[in-house]
């Protein structure tokens, strides 16, 4: 091997440790008694393993219900995963193959959209779901994160990489359009589609803002803002926390792990040329 790139390697290598290091003592810390969490010296391997931590967090499950905030996320992630797919999909189909007047100044709103800085959009939101009455209900969890539009753009540049015989000889056999999307585009978009649910997924599973200022009820709350109320109350208990934080990183690691070239694959895609 040619010695830059065993100093590449050694440069990737020393960049993977610096990046994992905080998770692995992250756990490290979770399954620590507290004594030995303050101890001068840190160890890296603990002396004393034990899983008191994760037992006292379950005992506290009427002050701070982890694994109700967990099913929370794991429901509006999924109910959002399905929901931003389905609508990005028709309204992407829409602007790649679709023909109509007035297609690309709309498509040029839709993503001029994208510059608006989320928080201007905090209290028009606060207002509709007041007007609503949507407040402490999973309405207000999972409706405003129906769709998006980087979904939508994403989606659309890869569309317009279909070969566009496919949909002519679906017409010539007497395809309709919505047999088209479901029948071709669907299919052939799996890709494209699978690495914009993984990053609905992480959007949806990590949003904090939302679920701030639409839910006030304990039970209703999901991980992030549970954990950060959490954390509030027992900032000194380090193994407790860093337990509850492993609880809520765990799901994110695994979708990780199994769909990492997904991830990689959705990079380059977002810099389709349409």
Known sequence: MRPHRIALHLALGMAAI??????AWMVVMSIQPEADIFRPVPQWWPRHPTMENYSALLQRAEEAPVLRWLGNSALVAAAGVTSYLTIASMAAYAFARLRFPGRNLLFGIVLATLVVPGQVTIIPLFLILQKLHWFNTYYALIVPGLSGVFGVFLLRQFFLTLPRELEEAAV???????????????????????????FSFLGS????????????????????????????????????VMAAAVVATIPVLVMFLLFQRHIVRGVALSGLKG
């Open 18 to 23: 610096l990046f994992a290091a905080p998770v």
């Open 172 to 198: 010539i056999d007497g395809c309709s359009h919505a047999s088209i999307y479901r029948r071709i585009i669907l299919p052939l978009g799996r890709p494209a589609m699978a690495t914009l649910a993984i």
């Open 205 to 240: 599973w990590n949003d904090f803002m939302l679920p701030l200022i639409a839910v006030n009820d304990n039970d209703m709350r999901t991980l992030p803002v549970g954990l950060m109320i959490f954390l509030g109350r027992y900032s000194m208990q380090y193994g407790l």
